[in-house]
């Protein structure tokens, strides 16, 4: 089987079980993820965090977003400004959120654009993650080309236990995080050196 049909397979498999997660646990998930994120050391010294709107089915980081903004870091979100790239805008408020292409919500075009070359810390979405700091996404490449163009952030993946899997199959553009917290755990990846 070609990684392409792996990708595609574990895709499938970790999203059926992101979705099985009933609606009223999802809050509850999400929020002792963030907390356990919060306590990442790397977090304390950083400046600028791009995060995300989380879809219905995604683990949200709103609340780490809103601890770190209460921290004193500014939050940018992405935006699809293309086919192939986003621009990333400061945000402070949710009601500054439109809906976006694939049902994503993002900064509305107005929002001030920042540079990537300030960001830290990115919080990444992900469909299914390994223990090596692997990432598999929808299958655009918009995040391995955004993290390709900032290797020194700290990278971070929030995500529900049931999207860890076993190996996800990388090619030489796949960006791999630093670190993946979930509601019950927190994985440090070898991708500076540690080990996990």
Known sequence: MSDSADKSKIRAIARAAR???PNDARAALS??????AFELPELACATRALGFAAAPEELDPALLLATLRKAGIEICLPRIASADSLTL????LCVELENGPFGLRQPQVTA???SGDG???VIVPGVAFDATGARLGFG???YDRLLAGMPG???IALAFDEQLVEAVPTQAHDEPVDAIVTPTRTLLTARRGRLV
Do not use: E, F, N, T
């Open 140 to 142: 655009g490449g918009y």
């Open 89 to 92: 805008h400061s945000c402070s």
């Open 153 to 155: 952030a700290y990278r």
């Open 31 to 36: 929020a002792a993820a963030c907390k356990r």
């Open 112 to 114: 001030a654009q920042v």
């Open 19 to 21: 979705q099985s997660i």
């Open 119 to 121: 960001v830290d810390l």
